[in-house]
Nanobody
Framework: QVQLVESGGGLVQAGGSLRLSCAASGGTFSSYAMGWFRQAPGKEREFVSFINVIGSIRYYGDSVKGRFTISRDNAKNTVYLQMNSLKPEDTAVYYC??????????????????WGQGTQVTVSS
């Protein structure tokens, strides 16, 4: 069983920055590909970013590309999401997810085995 705990969310003004962290325990972090998703009230959970096991492949959703950066530190069992130039539409609960095997797509929530509890990000106008 793998546990994921997100942190770093909060309230920030438009144009500001936040860095989210996701700490993993109970498994071998270096064997998991990782993703970030977000969900606003009344909306579907949206793909934000993906990073492979060694960090050589990174993908981003169209709405965040150029503003967000995903990274990982396998020695610390942690994945990060650096969020710059934040917009009010970025307001959501952000979730960290992990998968232990190759999947056909990285954009679907169904491709992941474990999820964190989420951390709230609120961007004010």
């Amino acid at each position: 069983q793998v546990q994921l705990v997100e942190s770093g969310g909060g309230l920030v003004q438009a144009g500001g920055s936040l860095r989210l962290s996701c700490a993993a325990s109970g498994g071998t972090f270096s064997s998991y590909a990782m993703g970030w998703f977000r969900q606003a009230p009344g909306k579907e959970r949206e793909f934000v970013s993906f990073i492979n096991v060694i960090g050589s492949i990174r993908y981003y959703g169209d709405s965040v590309k150029g503003r967000f950066t995903i990274s990982r530190d396998n020695a610390k069992n942690t994945v990060y999401l650096q969020m710059n130039s934040l917009k009010p539409e970025d307001t959501a609960v952000y979730y960290c997810a992990a998968r232990s095997a190759v999947r056909s797509t990285y954009r679907s929530t169904l491709g992941y085995d474990y999820w964190g509890q989420g951390t709230q990000v609120t961007v004010s106008s």
